[in-house]
């Protein structure tokens, strides 16, 4: 009923941007869709946040990429961005969309999508 879609991954260098996208398609209806954003996974590790921007536009992010991570949201078209400057060799990762989605006003179930590899070479 919810599908979480990205793209925009790639190989790039240090110091290079790169843009992902995330477009959140639901069939059926459903109540709202509250925060959405960005987690990232290293093998071995826990997925970890990286960005999050609720309904009302307000972000939160990891302070590993505070300053040269921007995330955004279009909550017309349910697409979340995330632009990504000045990219270091630790910023490698899989990167996944998370959605919070309200399927009714108290039933709220959290989304994925099937992420997408940022490799940052030096």
């Known amino acids: 009923q919810v599908q979480l879609v990205e793209s925009g991954g790639g190989l790039v260098q240090a110091g290079e941007s790169l843009r992902l996208s995330c477009s959140c398609t639901v069939s059926g209806s459903i109540f709202s869709i509250d925060t959405m954003g960005w ?3 290293v093998p071995g590790k826990q997925r970890a946040l990286v960005a999050l921007i609720t309904g009302g ?3 939160t992010y990891a302070l590993s990429v ?3 991570f921007s995330a955004s949201r279009d909550s017309a078209k349910n697409t979340v961005v995330l ?3 000045n990219l270091k060799p630790e910023d490698t990762a899989v990167y996944y969309c998370y ?3 309200f399927k009714t ?3 709220r179930n959290n989304y994925w999508g099937q992420g997408t590899q940022v490799t940052v070479s030096s």
Do not use: E
């Open 57 to 59: 536009g307000s972000t």
């Open 105 to 107: 006003r108290y039933s």
């Open 83 to 85: 632009q990504m400057n």
């Open 66 to 68: 505070k300053g040269r």
């Open 39 to 41: 987690y990232r996974q």
């Open 99 to 101: 959605a919070d989605v």
